[in-house]
């Protein structure tokens, strides 16, 4: 099969010949179609994610494709099956191996590359907004970075959970991206103070004290206004540092508001609870099904034109969902 191949953190990967995967017990091996691009991509290739691969690997983490192989133990599918699944690595190639149960069987009515562009996307948001901040009807929720892949997901998951959202993007364009995706309210934080703006949009709509939630997967300057426009009891989920600088969270403040950060590292939640896995995602499968939520594919890309697609990511140029066509080399 053909792989974009990293040798060692740090060196760019390589697009070569490489041995097709052989499933072990509770595995499959799976000829991939289409493979989301995400920001982690780029933390993994420099050795900065939360997992470190041993030896040589290939990036890509959420994928859609059928079934080519399957291990000892496997007996929930077969040879030829549409699934989609997020393995740890390895998904920028023509064949990945995977976890038996981190694979989920692909419905007729989805799209393979809608499946590949949905499930860590929708996943962080709606996992993270629904069973870790615990987002309400009627809560006023601020999303940063809201025209990205990430960020647009949490748009529409908090409109869907019933929220009021404020949402801040990076330009016009931008922030009409947002605001068609059912934002409420719009932040250009190139021209705007988030913290003033946000005051002003809150107090406008009855609410003075500040939002309730903050989707926050940008950190840095945009955390620390953030933690002073939030109201007493705020929850501040904490996705990602987009921005390359991670906060340092003044306890103070946290204490004096009984504001509470949330940490949510997507994968590990999957692993952890794996019974409200099977639920969230069910959950959203429905919700795509219905239409209710549509991935916003901005761009595919061949499996040779993968690295424009980490450069996009890198220099955040990329509105909605990048996603690599895996059949086209």
């Not at 995400?38 to 997992?51: C, E, R, S, V």
């Not at 999303?143 to 949490?154: N, R």
């Not at 103070?252 to 509470?260: D, H, R």
């Not at 997507?266 to 794996?274: T, V």
Request: proline share 6%.
């Amino acid at each position: 099969m053909k792989a974009w191949i990293c040798e060692a953190f740090g060196e760019e990967p390589k697009l070569i010949d490489w041995a097709d995967p052989v499933p072990g017990p509770g595995q499959v091996v799976i000829d991939v179609t289409a493979c989301g691009v995400n920001f982690a991509d780029t933390l993994i290739l420099q050795g900065k994610y939360q997992k470190r691969p041993d030896g040589p690997f290939s990036p890509g983490f959420e994928i859609s494709g059928t079934i080519r192989a399957v291990g000892e133990g496997v007996n929930q599918f077969s040879i030829g099956d549409p699934v989609m699944a997020l393995p740890d690595w390895g998904g920028f190639a023509g064949c990945v191996i995977a976890d038996a149960s981190l694979v989920i069987p692909l419905p007729n009515e989805v799209d393979f590359f809608d499946a590949a562009a949905f499930q860590i996307a929708y996943g962080t948001s709606w996992f993270g907004l629904k069973y870790r901040a615990n987002v309400q009807s009627g809560d006023l929720v601020l999303v940063h970075g809201a025209a990205g892949g990430v960020g647009l997901t949490a748009v529409e998951c908090a409109k869907l959970l019933g929220a009021t959202v404020i949402a801040t993007a990076g330009g016009a364009d931008k922030c009409q991206i947002a605001k068609d995706h059912g934002a409420d309210h719009v932040i250009d934080y190139k021209v705007e103070n988030i913290r003033d703006r946000v005051r002003e949009i809150a107090t406008g709509l009855g609410r003075p004290k500040g939002v309730d939630v903050v989707y926050d997967p940008v950190g840095g300057d945009v955390f620390d206004q953030s933690l002073r426009c939030v109201a007493p009891g705020a929850r501040m989920l904490l996705i990602g540092f987009a921005s390359g600088s991670v906060p340092q969270i003044p306890a103070n403040i946290l204490l004096v508001k009984n504001v509470t950060a949330i940490g949510f590292y997507f994968g590990a939640y999957l692993e952890q609870n794996p019974d409200i896995t099977q639920q969230g995602m069910a959950e959203l499968l429905a919700l795509l099904r219905e239409g209710k939520i549509k991935p916003l594919i901005s761009a595919t890309y061949p499996l040779s034109g993968a690295m424009s697609a980490l450069d996009a990511i890198r220099d955040r140029s990329a509105t909605g969902k990048l996603v690599i066509n895996c059949r086209n080399e």
